[in-house]
């Protein structure tokens, strides 16, 4: 795709790319930016790091991919930031896991000479921070691109092909239907599984010790960063409203359902879910 | 703890028992019955079955140790069944999920002669059968037993002592207790997978190519039997219909401030059920 990828907030997906980018030849440097003075040392020291900046402008000088990775709510200020810094036929991408205000800024922000189009990499984890990263992270995992009718078309193909030779599944689709997919299979899942841990403070603390692998898998994803979770619930929050209000009505149909001891309604209910998840492989 | 260990009903619980107990050296001897004419040919052919019975009533006689592991909904029955045929002085328990009434009927039944402390082994798995058992399952996962005011405390430290050989940590609450226990931990977490995968049956299909191990991991247990667990939910409806009031009250908290843009409250509920995850370890 080129010589330099710019990495601007190597955190636990920022620094995976980097390492996997390096470890797979895709590019010839890997250029940082940080925020934080101390994560910047700490690059230094890391192999992958070609070279470490004091700013995001220094960084993304002459790149010919930008990757944000910064925590989903600073993307779009740095979209406006950097508007004009951006060399000119460069991609520049993110991997912010809420898509529609990102992808509004940049549209916004971003001239003519810069190709932008929005990608959300699955492949997080409850793991924060560079120390996690690891040169397979993406390996056989999803990733949506959201171009939108003004998306250079060149420029999705190559990041298609970027994220491709990664060892990701790339899909499509628009910056609103990705919020819609994401609220409903990542963000909806990501609230339950928070929701029954903040039930569960409620109950004898004892009863923890008889967890077993069922519910600790069951609520793996709720150990996230609170404070990261926050943004991309803000981010997302129409979205999330309407899938929690369909799950709330499907629970309260089958909690009914249990009151009323309507045994076929409920092994109904239990068939259907397990038809669904065998079919997720 | 003796001689010989009968398995009524080796499926995948009944399965691993036996092969745990031979490996272990804890019984001479494994007898079992199933009513399958063919799980008892599949039987027959496995080296860590002893003895093959065509009946329960033969497969108990003289057993030191009796392990009931068919679905919870027949043990009550086969207690009653079977109360005059267990040999004077063994130990009777099951490994049922739920224990209220399971418990019930053993006191109702069962003569002085028998010690019946009902057993709750925490290390199923979404896959049934017994061509799924192995001789670790129980190594390090959570089992409690629930004796009552009327259980000989003998019985019940014997019994302890045999769960903990096959590597369980083995905790003791009334059966009431338990079944609230398993209710929060256990049965509520299935349905919240469950509805989970129902509830995303009825999106786009596509979307579900997107679905990444955070999803995989939350529904996990929604591919477990239907049937199955249609009967623990009817054994454990009561507590399990108070479980989902309070799940379904904390739930409608956490969407309210959603709506209400409380984003200091929502990172307050994350925060809080990420403190529980974490102590989970």
New interface residues.
């Given amino acids: 795709m080129g010589k330099k990828l710019t990495v601007l907030g190597p955190g636990l997906l920022g620094a995976s790319l980097g390492m996997s980018v390096l470890e797979r030849g895709l590019f010839e440097s890997v250029h940082v930016w940080s925020r934080r003075p101390e994560t910047r040392d700490k690059c230094r020291t890391l192999p992958w790091c070609t070279a470490v900046h004091d700013s995001p402008e220094k960084a993304i000088a002459d790149a010919d991919l930008v990757v944000i990775c910064t925590p989903v709510k600073i993307i779009p200020d740095l979209l406006e930031k950097l508007s004009e810094d951006f060399a000119e036929g460069s991609i520049v991408t993110d991997v912010g896991s809420t898509k529609g205000s990102i992808c509004k800024a940049a549209q916004k922000n971003l001239s003519d000479k810069v190709s932008f189009v929005g990608s959300h990499p699955?492949?997080?984890?409850e793991k924060t921070g560079l120390e996690y990263a690891s040169a397979d992270l993406f390996e056989g995992?999803?990733c949506?691109l959201t171009p939108t009718d003004e998306t250079d078309p060149t420029a999705t193909a190559k990041l298609e092909d970027f994220w491709s030779q990664l060892g990701m599944?790339v899909?499509k689709s628009s910056p609103a239907e990705h919020d819609r997919?994401?609220a409903?299979?990542?963000h909806?899942?990501?609230?339950?599984?928070?929701?029954?841990?903040?039930?569960?403070?409620?109950?004898?603390p004892?009863?923890?010790?008889?967890?077993?692998?069922?519910?600790?898998?069951?609520?793996?994803?709720?150990?996230?960063?609170?404070?990261l979770?926050?943004q991309i619930?803000?981010e997302n929050?129409t979205a999330?409203?309407e899938a929690?209000?369909?799950?709330?009505g499907?629970?309260?149909s089958?909690?009914n359902a249990?009151?009323q001891?309507d045994?076929e309604k409920?092994?109904d209910?239990?068939?259907?879910?397990?038809?669904?998840?065998?079919?997720?492989g």
């Fill in positions: 699955m492949a997080g984890s995992q999803a949506i599944k899909g997919i994401v409903a299979i990542s909806l899942p990501h609230i339950l599984a928070s929701i029954l841990c903040e039930q569960l403070t409620k109950s004898n004892e009863w923890k010790s008889f967890a077993g692998k069922g519910l600790r898998d069951t609520t793996r994803v709720a150990a996230g960063d609170p404070n979770w926050r619930l803000e929050s999330i409203c929690l209000k369909n799950f709330r499907t629970l309260e089958f909690s249990l009151e001891s045994f409920i092994e209910s239990l068939a259907k879910g397990k038809t669904f998840r065998d079919s997720l």
